[in-house]
């Protein structure tokens, strides 16, 4: 059910390196929220058409794991509708982050190169910073390994999921 769903966006603009984890770092969050949320919360990864092969790669990835992939969506309202069914969203620094602050949805959302303190979480985003000597850093190009996204602790996700979803 739409309501009981969390919706997981694998993508991000190509303005800034690392605005989303990498397909390997989606697997290690999704198995961890898969085993912590096995009984609460159905999962799908979502995102636009430049994010259908991440969201493949990711999902083929995770093997027979009870995750959706929800067809690309190239039209912002569609998009906007489709978030405010979900229960929340976990993205980056994207325009799903942004549509969800706007619709009252709560949302989780992870900071590596961009800057959290320039986001007003209007009382629905719970940030999950990547805590790197270098982030944020706004590059375009990053050579870290493991870089900012790579950090991020899947406990901190399931706990912004659990504020953000109560």
Not at 2 to 24: M, T, Y
Not at 128 to 133: I, L, R, T, Y
Request: aromatic share 8%.
């Amino acid at each position: 059910k739409p309501g009981d769903c969390i919706g997981l966006v694998v993508g991000a603009g190509p303005a800034f390196a690392n605005k989303s984890p990498r397909p390997e770092k989606w697997v290690e969050l999704v198995m961890y929220l898969l085993a912590r949320f096995k009984d609460k919360y159905g999962f799908a990864l979502i995102g636009g058409p430049e994010d259908f092969e991440k969201m493949n790669l990711v999902k083929q990835r995770l093997g027979g794991a009870p995750v959706e992939v929800v067809s690309p969506i190239d039209d912002v309202r569609v998009y906007a509708a489709m978030i405010s069914r979900l229960r929340a969203i976990v993205t980056g620094d994207t325009l799903a982050m942004h549509l969800a602050a706007a619709l009252g949805k709560p949302a989780v959302a992870l900071f590596g190169p961009t800057c959290p303190a320039e986001i007003d979480d209007f009382g629905v985003i719970e940030k999950v910073v990547a805590e790197k000597g270098c982030a944020p850093c706004y590059k375009n190009e990053c050579g870290e390994y493991p870089n900012c996204m790579d950090i991020i602790d899947p406990r901190l996700v399931g706990d912004g999921i659990e504020r953000a979803s109560e």
